[in-house]
């Protein structure tokens, strides 16, 4: 029976039995136990914790600039305190492999050397080359961040070059550039050297041929004024004119004592003229050519003045002035359709550079064929007058004889149209003989292969541009200028109101070729295509037309024998065009045969 202080006892508040008690103990002994031993079983898991590498025997890196990563998949906790994440990269040929593990520094490492293992203390692994037998071999060591051995850091890239940092590029291009600038420099001595100690220049050409601004200062003899040049000193020009007055030859005459008294006798002035230089009026590859006046004296009281025309040459086209010099004077060369030559000196002094050479010409006006042609229109009348006298001009230099009968050298031209000057709009004169060759029966082959004499690519012979040129026989160089010529009356013939719709000016071949053509490019067109200018039915609707055209196509004749000499294209003209007086001597029935059907075509529409 429960007493009045007896309550249910509560299991919570209950007394705990013998048998818990002892569970109870047992299992806070084991806490206890654990937290105690807790500290030192932290300190290797907390070491191991930094020592966690990589580790494959072999794996193929990948890479990217001057990093790899190994590409190993595997990880292994490092079991010595002491021990480091290491990597051992190795080429062979073109096959990488990385070897990554854990290694204690105080062991040997195979192929490693011993004291740069202990050195590996950083936290990245960068690799550092190691001798090996074969290939090449880096290694790499670090410990204190996980798989530190995984990102592989070359100072050079993984191909063994060293990577170019953005600042090394200048140094490296400099220093690149040295030694080309020095050969450039010692060759450029060398050359200069060569330049200016040559036997056969007059002095040193180093310096350029022309100074960068054209003033008539550097030329002049005397600071002379240069007025009162009527209307023949006024307009633009080369070596071009019109026809001379009565006056004009009083004037050219008292101009003819001057020059005499101060010529020697090969046409060389012992002294300077007085020339002033006005206006530059052309240029070509070998000279300037410059519109000049000349003093003749007093006439009425007045100083009068010569308009003349002067090429001037530089110090390195000595030898193309010394050519021009010995054809012009020549006195069995004057001839109406060749320009009249008044002087040739040297001026300034010997062996300077500035020095020049002058040659001193009769001046026209109307400029160049090719300059005429492209400002102006043809009539028939002043085509078959002009071509006739070009014509005549190129018959006497490669005649034997004057048209006096006097004995002569025969020459070569290099009848271009740039090399024409337009006397009036009736005839025309050829000027320029830097190319010509005096056809001398005393020169051998070698003088003639040797002068290195190149005409105009645009018009030169088939011949020329085959290398087939027979340099013993002198008619050959009269058939390369028959050919060139042919070219220029083609040219005028294009600018004719005779062939019914004129178009714009074109040099010969000017839409088949460039502006100017090298000798290849001519080649193919003359030799392979067998091209020539084109001349549309069009143009033979005109009668004379079509005799002269036909004269031009015989005149470029692929076969040098079969075309017309110089002085049959005169007779052709005279006789099957502009009937004149016949040319005489034996030439008459050498261009008859050749004119016969020309002319029997002509009686047989008359």
Known sequence: QRGAGDRPTDPATAPLCPQTMARCWTLWTGIVVLLTAGPPAAHPFSHLNFNLCRWCEASGPVCKDSVCSSNCSLSSFCTVTEEICVAIWRKNNDTMTVHTMCHNPTSPLEGVDPGLLLNFTSRECHMVPQPAEDGAM??????????????????????????????????????????????????????????THRPDKPGPTARPAWPTKHTSELY??????????????????????????????KVLSLNDDIISYMTNWQGRLNEPLPIKLEVLVGKGRFAEVWRACLPQGKKGGVNSYETVAVK??????????????SIFSDPKLEHDNVVRFLAAQERGVPGHPLRKYWLVLAYH??????????????????????????????????????????????????????????????????????????????????????????????????????????????????????????????????????????????????????????????RDLVLRDRGRPDIPSAWTQHEGMGVFCSTVTECWDHDPEARLTAHCVVERFNTSIQPEESPPGGQERECSIKNLRFVSWIHFKT
């Open 312 to 325: 001037v040459f530089p110090a390195v086209e000595y030898a193309s002035w010394r050519n021009e010099c």
């Open 365 to 522: 006006s109307l400029g160049n064929l090719q300059d005429f042609l492209t400002a102006n229109i043809l009539s028939w009348e002043e085509l078959v007058s002009m071509a006739g006298s070009i014509a005549r001009g190129l018959a006497h230099l490669h005649s034997d004889t004057t048209p006096s009968g006097v004995p002569k050298v025969s020459q070569s031209a290099d009848p271009v149209s740039s090399n024409i000057v337009v006397k009036s709009r009736k005839e025309c004169a050829l000027c320029d003989f830097g190319l010509a060759l005096r056809l001398d029966l005393s020169l051998s082959v070698d003088d003639y292969a040797n002068t290195g004499q190149v005409g105009t690519a645009r018009y030169m012979a088939p011949e020329v541009l085959e290398s087939r040129v027979n340099l013993e026989d002198l008619e050959a160089f009269k058939q390369m200028d028959v050919y060139s010529m042919a070219l220029v009356h083609w040219e005028m013939a294009s600018r004719c109101h005779a062939i019914g719709e004129v178009k714009s000016y074109e040099p010969a071949f000017g839409s088949q070729v460039c502006e100017q053509p090298c000798v290849d490019s001519m």
């Open 138 to 195: 880096m290694v790499c060591g670090c410990h204190g961040v996980h798989e530190c051995n995984d990102k592989l850091i070359f100072d050079k890239g993984a191909n063994g070059f060293s990577k170019l940092q953005s600042k090394d590029v200048i140094p490296v291009v400099v220093v690149s550039l040295v030694p080309p600038i020095l050969v450039a420099i010692v060759a450029t001595a060398a050359f200069y050297f060569y330049r």
């Open 220 to 249: 002049q003899a005397f600071d002379l004024p240069c007025g009162g040049l009527g209307a023949r000193g006024e307009g633009g020009g080369g070596l071009i004119g019109s026809d001379r007055t009565e006056s004009d030859d």
